[in-house]
C-alpha cells in the first residue's frame, strides 16, 4: 500500500518538486490531497494527473472554475484558509509535506500535529513564528517532524546514530546570495531582479529574497533551535558559496560531520517522505572534481544586518519573531513591487518590532493576532498590501 501524502503548497517550488518524487515512486507514495493558494489552472493540471482525493484552493474567489474542473472528475474540492487547516483531520493520509510560504504554514501545521499526521516540515515560517508552542505540541505527541530545509536535513542526516549530549555546534552553511560579494554601498541599490537571482537555488520568490538579505539564515537560525532543541550560542552560520556542504554538526570530541551533495532539493524531500531512509536518486551523482574549491567564509552582519534578528529574536522569546515574520512578508512583497528599497526590508522590520506590542508567552491566539497587527501596520508603513493574508 502505498503512503499518502498531503501536499500543502503543491503549485510551487517545493510542491512540484514533491510531485516529481512521488511520479518517481509510485507504488511508494499517494497524493491524496492537494492544496494551492491561486494558481487555480495548475492545481486543476495536478489533480488530472495525481488523481488525489481532494483539492484545495486557498483563494475563494477561484473555487468556482475548481469544482467545475474536478467534480466531473470526482475529485472533491474545497476553498479557503480554513478549509486547508480543516483537511489537517482527514484520515486519508498520514504525512503532510508543509510547502506553503511564510505564516499561513502554522494553523495547518497545528492541527496536522494535533491530529496526529507526521510532518515533512518546508515551510520554515511556522517554526520561526511559534517555535516554542510547536515544539511543545510535539512533545507532548507522537509526532515526528522530518525537515525538508536542506540545511535542516543535512543536520538531522548528521545527528543519526548520534548521542544528543555529544553536539557541540551546529554548523548551518548559506550560499551568501546574489549579494555576497557587493560592497554595502552597492546593496543600497539593487533591484528586484538583481535579487531574484539566486546564485545555486531555483526557488519560490519569497524565499528568494529572504536569500538575498539574508534574513533566510535567521530564519534557519531559528528554525534549528527548535528542531533540535540547541541553544542559539551552539549554532552558527558560515557562508559556503558552492552550496555543495548542506550543513556540519561538531561534536564534543572534535569530530565535524557535514551531509554534501549537488544542490537539489529532491535529495531532502525523498529523505523526508522515505521517513528518513535513503532512497534512488535520478539526480546526477555529486563528481566533487568539478569543483576546484569549497570554501568558507564569515558572515557579515554589517552588510546583512537582517542576520542581527537571529540572535535578537531568540534573546528576546515571545512573539519577537512572529512581527519580525509578519514584517518581511509585507517588506518583501513592497520591495518586488518597488515600493520600498533593499535596505528598507530591514528598516521596515525594526519599525514594525518597535510598534507592535511585544507578548513574553504568546497563547496560538496571541500570534494569530500579532502576525495580524504586524501585517496591518507594515502595510500602512509602506502602502503596499498582500494576498491571501
Ligand atoms: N524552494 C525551495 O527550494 C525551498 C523552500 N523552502 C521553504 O518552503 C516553503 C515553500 O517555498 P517555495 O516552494 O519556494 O515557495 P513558492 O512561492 O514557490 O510556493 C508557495 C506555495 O504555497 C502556496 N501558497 C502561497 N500562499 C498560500 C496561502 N496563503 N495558503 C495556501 N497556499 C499558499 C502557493 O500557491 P499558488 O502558487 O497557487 O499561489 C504555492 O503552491 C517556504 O516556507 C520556504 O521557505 C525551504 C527550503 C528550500
Ligand atoms: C535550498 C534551501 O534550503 C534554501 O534555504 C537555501 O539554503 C537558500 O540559500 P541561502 O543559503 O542563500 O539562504
Ligand atoms: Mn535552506
Redo the contacts with the bound molecule.
Keep these: 500500500m502505498p503512503h499518502n501524502i498531503a501536499i ?10 514533491t510531485l516529481d518524487v512521488i511520479s518517481r515512486f509510485p507504488e511508494r507514495f499517494k497524493a491524496t490531497v492537494l ?6 489552472e ?2 486543476i493540471e495536478q489533480a488530472v494527473k495525481f488523481r488525489p482525493s481532494l483539492a ?4 475563494e474567489s477561484k473555487y468556482a472554475r475548481l469544482r467545475e474542473a474536478l467534480s466531473p472528475l470526482g475529485i472533491e474540492t474545497a476553498a479557503g ?1 480554513a478549509a ?1 487547516a480543516d483537511a489537517m483531520e482527514r484520515p486519508d493520509f498520514d504525512t503532510v509535506v ?8 502554522l494553523l495547518p501545521t497545528v492541527r496536522a500535529i494535533r491530529a496526529g499526521k507526521q510532518i515533512a516540515l ?5 517554526l520561526v513564528v511559534a517555535g516554542e508552542l510547536v515544539t511543545r505540541l510535539l512533545r507532548e505527541s507522537p509526532v515526528r517532524v522530518i525537515p ?3 540545511e535542516h536535513s543535512a543536520i538531522y542526516q548528521c545527528l543519526v546514530g548520534e548521542d544528543p549530549a555529544t553536539v557541540e555546534k551546529l554548523i548551518i552553511t548559506a550560499s551568501g546570495g546574489p549579494f555576497r560579494s557587493f560592497s554595502k554601498e552597492q546593496i543600497e541599490s539593487v533591484t528586484p531582479s538583481q535579487a531574484l537571482r539566486h546564485p545555486r ?8 529574497i ?1 536569500s538575498a538579505t539574508m534574513l ?1 539564515k535567521a ?1 534557519e537560525i531559528i528554525e534549528a533551535r527548535w528542531l533540535f532543541d540547541v541553544t542559539p550560542d551552539r549554532i552558527e552560520a558560515v557562508v559556503h558559496p558552492q552550496s555543495i556542504v548542506h550543513s556540519m554538526v561538531e561534536f564534543i570530541d572534535g569530530a565535524v560531520k557535514a551531509q554534501l551533495g549537488i544542490p537539489d ?1 529532491r535529495l ?1 524531500i525523498r529523505y523526508a517522505l522515505g521517513d528518513a531512509s535513503r532512497l534512488p536518486s535520478s539526480e546526477r551523482p555529486l563528481s566533487l572534481t568539478d569543483y576546484a574549491q569549497l570554501t568558507f567564509e564569515k558572515p557579515d552582519p554589517e552588510k546583512f544586518p537582517c542576520l542581527k534578528l537571529a540572535p535578537y529574536a531568540l534573546n528576546r522569546g515571545g512573539n519577537a519573531a512572529c512581527i519580525i515574520n509578519a514584517a518581511n512578508e509585507v517588506a518583501v512583497r513592497a520591495f518586488l513591487d518597488e515600493k520600498i528599497s533593499f535596505p528598507e526590508i530591514y528598516g521596515t522590520i525594526m519599525r514594525t518590532l518597535d510598534a507592535i506590542p511585544f507578548i513574553q508567552s504568546p497563547t496560538l491566539d496571541d500570534y494569530v493576532e500579532t502576525h495580524s497587527a504586524a501585517i496591518t501596520f507594515a502595510e500602512q508603513l509602506t502602502g503596499c498590501k498582500i ?3
Excluded: H
Excluded at 500543502?8 to 518538486?17: E, H, K, N, P, R
Excluded at 492544496?35 to 487555480?40: K, L, Q
Design positions: 500543502l503548497g503543491s503549485t510551487g517550488s517545493i510542491g512540484t518538486q492544496a494551492a493558494g491561486s494558481n487555480v495548475q492545481l484545495i484552493i486557498a483563494d484558509s486547508l508543509t510547502a506553503t510560504v511564510g505564516y499561513s504554514g518546508a515551510n520554515k515560517e511556522t525538508v530545509d536542506s537555488w531555483n526557488m519560490g520568490a519569497k524565499i528568494t529572504d533566510n530564519f532539493m531532502p494576498p491571501l493574508r
